[in-house]
Each structure stands twice: as structure tokens, then as C-alpha cells.
């Protein structure tokens, strides 16, 4: 009954839920992307594809998230419930982004990205997706009445401290390796650019706290 | 005068549902104007016996009192200094009691005890929900929509009570003068005094209802509602006790309790200073203004 008083309301909730669904399809072909581009060459052929299908989504994550705004400008929720759910939207949105950027990068500068680095890479790259999963399930926590999102905050950090150490191994063993010096640089940045993932996730992740937190009176 | 009321004080008690959008102003006036009149025909009578009995006075007089108190609040807005309906007529009322020389001291007490606890009875009342209230909805453990759904229902419902304990006790500040003088009946001066009130929420409460709402919103929503309910409570409490208050100090004396409960300073000494001074100043200049009124129109 109640939903008929609360009909935005629900809106919001369903347009969140559709967010945070294209940002796991973001996630899926940016990881599917990142793996044929660490594997053979041969396999560099679907790389495009993987890239454009991950651009789309991230468009798509964009789109819903105007859609939510535009619900929100015609000021369904108090003014604080409003503030708070825009800037986790905008916070959440960076992590898309950082996908494209990394995928676009490496298809621009056409980075071929060395052996020895490879499996570090991977595991930089399944902490770091890992940390968005647990931060997807904080998102929906906040939206139903889940306790979980206290606990989930310990355990993004100790992710995003994982991510951290292998990203300061990563960079190491490239400056410690003989390859050309503008490699090096571009190599650098894209393992900083893959850090920045997990870091934005854990930035939201004490922030959809917070957002919890203030709802305890 | 009631128009006057309704415009001013409406923002008090059904401000925050319009800034929050639980409402919309045209809904929100509505229901308040329907709640004002409500309240005032059915418990307006006991302000209505309280502020007539004060002293005894003729229609000539209960003109001149109701055009001192509008003239009090319109010059006291004019020099910015807070204003009290309530203390405005009870002050021109006073004025035509010395002038009659006769003024009932009892009921007097009694009034100006219920203006220095209004404040405190805000206070009190607003701790005493916060706890109460601040308990139930942690218990509960509600999500972020549903903690927002919760806040803007009971805006809205809190808004409807302040609207009715609004009419219930102000309706006499509006016509206790013309029952005194014999010229309404009781159930006449609150179906007038409501209406004239309902109207003036209908037509002149938007621009300070906007205003006041949001300062109160910019409290957290909960404690917003905390302070709404509080103002509801202590308005109908003294209801009971027969005596039209200040919506305003109501409202403060919520604000500060929900400050004194979180350890938070929330009303600033100015603003206390400031109601101190109008418990001096409105009734002193609405008596004045009264008298002066007798002095050039004449008696009768």
C-alpha cells in the first residue's frame, strides 16, 4: 500500500539497482578485457571488442546515474537523503571511469605489457575487482536493512592495503627491470591507474559508513 | 489579526513538511487551514475563557484592544524585534484593565507563568521525545529510504498537530475580546477566529513558511521532527491549561532541549535575550498603544 505514496522513492531504489548492475557488467568485461591483454597475442583481436563493450557499460552506468539525478532534482527525498545518495553516485562513478581510462590507455599507447609483470598484474586486478563486489553489497545494504556494512568496511581496507603492496611491487620490479625508459613511465602509470581503483573503493566504502551511520539517531 | 497569525505562525508547525517535499505548499496550507479550524472549534474555548476574564471591557474597547496588539506586532516587526500574538493582545488587553481599573491578578499570574514556561516546556519536551523517539527508530533499524519515509510521514503528521494545537490555543488571542464584550458567543469566536486564521494561512504563509522550514530542516530531519512534535505537545499542553503561548518561543525552547540533549549549543544567546526582552517590551507597548488609542478616540 505504502508504495503507492512512495512511488519515487522506489524509483530510486530500482535506478540504483540498475547502476550498480552496469557497473558489474562494467567490471566483467574490463577484467575479460585486461586477461586477453595480458594472455597471447593472438587473442589481442577481441581486445577492441572487450574495450567497447566495457565503454558502453560505463556509458550506460552514466546514463542511469543522470536518470537518478534528474529524479532527485525534483526533490523526492529530504534534502540530506538527496545529498548524501548524489555524492555516492558521483564517488561510485570514478571506478567505471578508471576502467576506461586503463583499457583506453593501453589501446591508445599501444602498451604491451611484459611477462614477469603479468601475474601481478592479474592478482592487482582480481583485489581490486573483489573490492568493488564487497562495495556493490555495502551499496545495497544501505538501500535494505542489512547490518553488514560496518564490517565490510575492514574488510575493503585490508583489500586496498593488498592492492597497495602489490602496486608498490609492481612499480619496483619495473624500474628494477632493463626495459626502456619510456616503458617504464607508461607501464608506472597504468599500475597506478589499476592502485586508483581500489583506492576510490575504499574511499566510498567510508563513506557509504558514514551515509549508515547518520541514519542511527 | 488572525489572518496575521495564520501567516506567521503557520511556518512553525507545518514549514518543514513543505521544505522537506513531503508536501506541497497548496496541500500543506490546505491541511493546516482545515487543522487550525478544527482545533480552535473544538478546544478553543478554554483561551477564550481565560483571556475574557481577564478584565471586563465594551465592543468599543475589544476593537481598540484587537487594533493595539495588530498595530504591536506590525511595529515591533518593523524594528525587528520578535513579536508575540499572544503577548500583544494580552498587553492592549491589560491596557483597557487599568483603564476599567480592574485587572484579574490570578489570571495574570497564571498567564505570564505559562509564557516563561513555554521556552522550558519546549526544552523538556523536545529531550524527553528525542530519547523516546531516538530509542523506537534504532530499535526498528530502518534503511535509508525507509528512515526518510519515516521523517517526511511524520513531518507531514506532525505538521497537521501543530495546526490543530495552533488553532486550539491562539483562536482567542483572534475573538476572546469580542466574547468578553458580549457580542460573540464562544462557538462564534472560534468558528470565526479559526477561519480568519485558515485564511490567512491560505493566502500569506508561502514566503515565511519556506524561510522558517528550512532553518528548522538544516537541524538534522530527526531532529527536526523531534522539534515539530515537541512545539505540537507543549502548544496543546498549555491548550489545556487555558492559556494562548507563543508558537515561536515553543519552537525555540525545542530547538534548545534537542542542543541541550546532544551537548550542542543550537539557539545563540541573542536569540534568548531577544525573547526576554519581547515578555517586556510587546505587552508594554501594546498597553501603551491601547491607551493611547482610548486618549484620542475617546471612550466609547
Redesign the interface.
Known amino acids: 500500500m505504502f508504495r503507492i505514496f512512495f512511488r519515487k522513492q522506489h524509483q530510486v531504489y530500482s535506478l540504483v539497482e540498475k547502476y550498480l548492475e552496469a557497473l558489474q557488467k562494467t567490471q566483467e568485461y574490463f577484467s575479460l578485457a585486461m586477461e586477453v591483454c595480458l594472455a597471447d597475442d593472438r587473442a589481442r583481436s577481441d581486445f577492441g571488442f572487450l574495450t567497447d563493450e566495457t565503454h558502453r557499460f560505463e556509458s550506460q552506468a552514466d546514463d542511469v546515474r543522470e536518470e537518478i539525478k534528474t529524479l532527485m532534482y525534483s526533490k523526492v527525498l529530504l534534502p540530506e537523503s538527496r545529498e548524501d545518495i548524489m555524492r555516492l553516485l558521483d564517488g561510485m562513478d570514478k571506478i567505471p571511469r578508471d576502467m576506461e581510462i586503463i583499457l583506453n590507455m593501453i589501446k591508445t599507447q599501444k602498451i604491451s605489457i611484459p611477462d614477469f609483470l603479468a601475474q601481478e598484474i592479474r592478482d592487482l586486478i582480481k583485489a581490486s575487482l573483489e573490492a568493488v563486489d564487497l562495495m556493490r553489497v555495502q551499496v545495497q545494504d544501505l538501500f535494505r536493512r542489512k547490518g553488514r556494512i560496518k564490517e565490510l568496511v575492514a574488510v575493503i581496507d585490508r583489500k586496498e592495503s593488498q592492492c597497495d603492496r602489490i602496486e608498490r611491487s609492481l612499480v619496483n620490479a619495473i624500474f628494477d627491470s632493463g626495459l626502456d625508459g619510456f616503458l617504464k613511465l607508461q607501464l608506472k602509470e597504468l599500475v597506478i591507474f589499476l592502485g586508483d581503483i581500489s583506492d576510490h573503493v575504499d574511499v566510498m566504502s567510508k563513506q557509504i559508513n558514514i551515509i549508515n551511520l547518520k541514519r542511527h539517531v | 489579526m488572525g489572518w496575521a497569525l495564520g501567516a506567521n505562525n503557520a511556518s512553525n508547525v507545518i514549514g518543514p513538511a513543505v521544505t522537506?517535499?513531503m508536501l506541497r505548499f497548496g496541500p500543506a496550507a490546505f491541511m493546516a487551514s482545515l487543522f487550525v479550524l478544527i482545533g480552535a472549534m473544538l478546544q478553543g474555548r478554554s483561551g477564550i475563557d481565560t483571556l475574557s476574564s481577564l478584565t471586563e471591557m465594551t465592543l468599543h474597547q475589544a476593537v481598540l484592544v484587537s487594533v493595539s496588539a495588530a498595530i504591536t506586532m506590525t511595529l515591533m516587526t518593523i524594528w525587528r524585534l520578535p513579536v508575540s500574538t499572544s503577548q500583544a493582545v494580552v498587553g492592549a488587553i491589560l491596557g483597557v484593565g487599568v483603564l476599567n481599573r480592574h485587572v484579574d491578578t490570578a489570571t495574570l499570574s497564571k498567564v505570564v507563568t505559562c509564557w516563561v514556561g513555554t521556552p522550558i516546556g519546549g526544552a523538556l519536551m523536545a529531550m524527553v521525545l528525542y530519547r523516546v523517539?531516538?530509542a523506537l527508530?534504532?530499535r526498528f533499524?530502518?534503511?535509508?529510504?525507509?528512515?526518510?519515509?519515516l521523517?517526511?510521514i511524520g513531518l507531514a503528521a506532525a505538521g497537521a498537530y501543530g495546526a490543530f494545537a495552533l488553532g486550539a490555543n491562539n483562536v482567542a488571542n483572534v475573538t476572546a475580546v469580542f466574547v468578553r464584550a458580549g457580542h460573540l458567543s464562544v462557538s462564534a469566536a472560534t468558528l470565526i477566529g479559526g477561519l480568519s486564521i485558515g485564511l490567512g494561512i491560505l493566502t500569506f504563509s508561502k514566503g515565511v513558511m519556506e524561510t522558517v522550514g528550512s532553518r528548522l530542516?538544516r537541524l538534522?530531519?530527526?531532529s527536526a521532527l523531534v522539534v515539530l512534535l515537541a512545539t505540537g505537545f507543549t502548544i496543546h499542553f498549555y491548550t489545556f491549561i487555558g492559556v494562548p503561548i507563543s508558537t515561536s518561543h515553543a519552537v525555540i525552547g525545542a530547538v534548545l532541549g534537542i542542543g541541550l540533549h546532544k551537548g550542542i549549543r543550537t539557539v545563540s544567546s541573542r536569540t534568548l535575550v531577544s525573547i526576554l526582552s519581547g515578555w517586556i517590551f510587546t505587552p508594554f507597548v501594546a498597553g501603551a498603544l491601547v491607551l493611547a488609542l482610548v486618549k484620542l478616540l475617546g471612550e466609547s
Open positions: 522537506s517535499r523517539l531516538a527508530h534504532n533499524q530502518p534503511n535509508l529510504l525507509e528512515s526518510d519515509s521523517v517526511r530542516v538534522d530531519p530527526f
